[in-house]
């Protein structure tokens, strides 16, 4: 038994080394992972009798914890998210965090490989789902729903290279809102928007604006400039990327790696680096050239009536009609948009980063990046639906780590700055008591004020100092304390202790709940 585990022990040791080689290499992939399998199944055999194994206790790349403090924050923003969503009307729904991998193959472009595979455990060929759009419309045709007004709060799961100190990960939440069913045009797509800026608002962000555009516009922007139909949608994720990326190396990318016409390239970005409001739409209708073209005459109606409905929501000066926004995912076929925050991560408004930047760059505002997106989809359901039944949509999803990591900064700043407790718990009030042997009667009082519906906790020592459990008051913002001693018990009474001004008063024991409810208030 001792020699069959030593030869175990020195297989791992041998395939350890070949698994550092292929790393130290470089090789590919799946070689690496092949090889990484066969270690764990070496390791496997040893079981629990097996030496203690040395790893490095980390979380996986592109993902993180949450600690109380961060959960804090979380839930705050989440909070907000659902009352606005709730403020109109919707619904919520949930569906599973993997999907059969059909579904989610041909729906996101280039952005496609991307997805997270599952291995095959004998049945079904799985992939993690990407976003929430694409199950929706899967859980629609499924389901033979025409028509509904949907939120859903979910992560999400790309195989992307993370910039965690930017908000971007591999496992990251959603919050979607979607409106689907067959209306008037432009109304539920402007709704859509105006739940956006309510919830970047009431999140006190800063600045922020709107991008839209249209699909069809788009497409008769590439037909009108010499693209061939069959690489609209190539052409369509390199003009995505100029909110990050230079005309030039955008020009360069459609040119050499994409072999679209220089000539047609050229043509595309006079128009793709324009950007307005109804003006510029009138400015594209009266030119020849675009305004002749079918789908672009479509598009820029559309976005006309579009900045219409906007202007009656009180949206007019959020909204930016932008010519560069392409939203390289295949669903979308009308309206797109996408929300960008102005400043710096790290605080500066628009006007202190541009005021601190230098005079080549002096004159335009600089974008943080996109915290929300979305747009119509009108054929994503079809695809799903044995006969082909579309249902019309339209949607906006709110990237939330992003806002997340801004808030956490910023909460941090406040907390250098003040010295002001994060609270990570709702306690209204501690049941405390002066001298020994009290763990009974600390007990009572605390099964009384829970009955009563009050949030209370006690120290689990059952002769704390007092002093101890005043300082955890202080230390975890904790509002009241209740301090019982023997004369307290004897009396009847219990002595009420606000914890930020040190203000005693004694209460009647069966008038505690009552105190606690009137004081909270005042100590908030």
Not at 151 to 163: E, G, H, L, T
Not at 204 to 213: P, Q, S, T, Y
Not at 474 to 495: M, Q, T, Y
Request: contains cysteine; glycine residues 8%; hydrophobic residues 35%.
């Amino acid at each position: 038994m001792a020699d069959h585990k030593a030869q175990i022990q020195e297989k791992i040791k041998l395939q350890g080394e070949t698994v550092r080689r292929l790393k130290a290499e470089k090789a590919d992939a799946d070689k690496i992972s092949e090889e990484v399998s066969k270690l764990l199944d070496l390791k496997a055999q040893l079981g629990d009798d097996g030496p203690p194994q040395k790893f490095t206790l980390k979380t996986p790349k592109g993902t993180r914890d949450y600690s109380p403090q961060q959960m804090v924050i979380r839930n705050r923003v989440l909070d907000k998210i659902i009352t606005v969503f709730k403020r109109h009307g919707a619904e919520t729904i949930d569906t599973p965090i993997f999907e059969l991998k059909e579904v989610l193959t041909g729906k996101y472009g280039e952005d496609s490989k991307l997805i997270y595979d599952l291995a095959d455990q004998g049945g079904e060929i799985l992939s993690l789902r990407y976003d929430l759009t694409v199950p929706f419309a899967r859980f629609l045709a499924m389901n033979k729903i025409s028509n509904i007004k949907r939120y859903q709060i979910a992560k999400v799961y790309r195989r992307d290279n993370p910039a965690m100190t930017r908000g971007r990960y591999r496992e990251f939440y959603q919050c979607d809102f979607d409106i689907a069913g067959q209306y008037d045009p432009m109304i539920p797509d402007a709704e859509c928007v105006k739940v956006a800026t309510e919830i970047l608002s009431s999140l006190e962000l800063g600045d922020f604006i709107i991008k839209v555009n249209h699909r069809r516009l788009l497409d008769g922007l590439f037909e009108a400039c010499g693209i061939p139909a069959s690489s609209f949608r190539a052409a369509c994720s390199s003009v995505d990327k100029l909110d990050k990326t230079p005309w030039e190396e955008v020009r360069a990318e459609m040119v050499g790696e994409k072999k679209l016409d220089p000539d047609a390239v050229d043509r595309l970005g006079e128009y793709v680096r324009m950007n307005g409001g109804e003006e510029l739409a009138d400015t594209l209708l009266a030119d020849p050239k675009i305004g002749g073209t079918a789908a672009a005459k479509e598009g820029l109606q559309g976005i006309k009536l579009f900045l219409k409905y906007c202007k009656l929501f009180g949206l007019s000066s959020e909204i930016s009609f932008d010519l560069s926004l392409a939203r390289g995912l295949d669903y979308y076929t009308g309206i797109i948009f996408e929300a960008v925050l102005l400043g710096q991560f790290n605080g500066e408004t628009a006007e202190d980063s541009v005021a601190n930047k230098s005079k080549e760059n002096s004159a335009r505002e600089v974008g943080v990046g996109s915290v929300a997106g979305g747009g119509r989809y009108d054929n994503l359901v079809g695809m799903f639906d044995s006969k082909g039944r579309a249902v019309p949509c339209v949607g906006i999803s709110i990237g939330v780590e992003r806002i997340f990591s801004i808030l956490e900064a910023n909460v941090a700043r406040q907390k250098a700055a003040s010295g002001e407790v994060l609270r990570t718990t709702e306690v209204e009030a501690f049941v405390a008591s002066a001298q020994k042997n009290m763990l009974t009667h600390r007990m009572e009082l605390c099964r009384d004020l829970w009955d009563a519906g009050i949030k209370v906790e006690m120290s689990y020592k059952q002769n704390p100092k007092l002093l101890a459990q005043l300082q955890y008051c202080e230390e975890r913002g904790i509002p009241l304390a209740l301090v019982i001693g023997e004369s307290e018990v004897e009396k009847g009474i219990v002595k009420v202790r606000e914890v930020t001004s040190r203000k005693e008063e004694d209460i009647p024991r069966d008038s505690v709940a009552t105190e606690i409810r009137k004081r909270l208030p005042q100590c908030s």
